[in-house]
């Protein structure tokens, strides 16, 4: 049997060991029964399976540890299928040994999300009551969402304001639930987004007054794979998020671009 005819339910936990084995070390039966709830039996019978479809060098068995551990070089299964995250394997293997720093629960209300996202899908132009953050005032004001951009933590919404007479990016969040959400198919065609449509070469590279040690420590953490500078294609409008999230030219910031 080969790996295109095992369960799904097989699959998913192959390639839950396999990535135990990348980046733990070891896995033994227990890994398998506390993360699935399957039986020791069901355990050893899925370890097998593994071994078999594991690539040279296999895991060997520690007698003391009472575990598998990944031999140097581990390979692991040639074609695993979707895997867990890293960091969802770590975690759950270090149990209380392991915290991590809350992210910021970014709101979207699903009733303001509907109505722009229908908006778009109409062709429609939308009034919003919208709250400025360089203001403080909420103005009513029409709206044309065209598209739709994530910046790792929340999603906007690229729109033409017609008050502005400008693409804009409007963050749900900041539209009023008691907006009128009136809409009326777009007077005329929107003008072209050019930042949207231009794709951006971002190069970026190790500080220059870092030390050599420490520039080389910074491309393997943001692995440049050997590379001198690390190519990012992002839109233009959407090169302000990359900044942002990246900390570009912030004090701290171990890249600059190149």
């Not at 539209?175 to 009326?184: L, N, P």
Request: aromatic share 10%.
């Amino acid at each position: 049997m080969d790996g295109n005819e095992l369960r799904e339910a097989v699959r998913v936990r192959l390639a839950y060991l396999d990535q135990c084995f990348r980046w733990r070390g070891h896995a033994n039966r227990r890994t398998l029964t506390s993360r699935f709830g399957i039986s020791p039996a069901q355990a050893a019978i899925d370890f097998r399976d593994y071994l078999k479809r594991c690539l040279q060098p296999l895991p060997l068995y520690d007698t003391v540890r009472r575990t598998y551990v990944a031999s140097d070089g581990h390979l692991g299964l040639e074609d695993p299928g979707d895997l867990p995250s890293m960091l969802d394997v770590i975690a759950d293997g270090a149990g209380d040994r392991f915290d991590a720093l809350p992210m910021p629960r970014r709101q979207c209300p699903a009733t303001v999300m509907r109505r722009l996202y229908q908006a778009m899908d109409c062709n429609h132009r939308i009034e919003i009551d919208y709250v400025s953050m360089s203001s403080g005032q909420t103005t009513s004001q029409w709206i044309a969402p065209a598209r739709i951009g994530f910046d790792g933590e929340r999603l906007h919404f690229r729109a033409w304001s017609y008050r502005h007479d400008e693409w804009r990016d409007y963050l749900p969040v900041r539209v009023s639930e008691d907006s009128s959400f009136a809409t009326e198919p777009l007077p005329a065609s929107l003008s072209r987004d050019e930042e949207w449509e231009t794709m951006l070469g971002v190069r970026l590279r190790p500080r220059a007054d870092l030390s050599p040690e420490q520039q080389q420590a910074a491309r393997s953490e943001y692995g440049f794979d050997g590379k001198d500078a690390l190519k990012i294609e992002v839109r233009a409008a959407l090169a302000f998020y990359l900044d942002r999230r990246w900390g570009i030219d912030l004090p701290g910031c171990r890249l600059e671009r190149a």
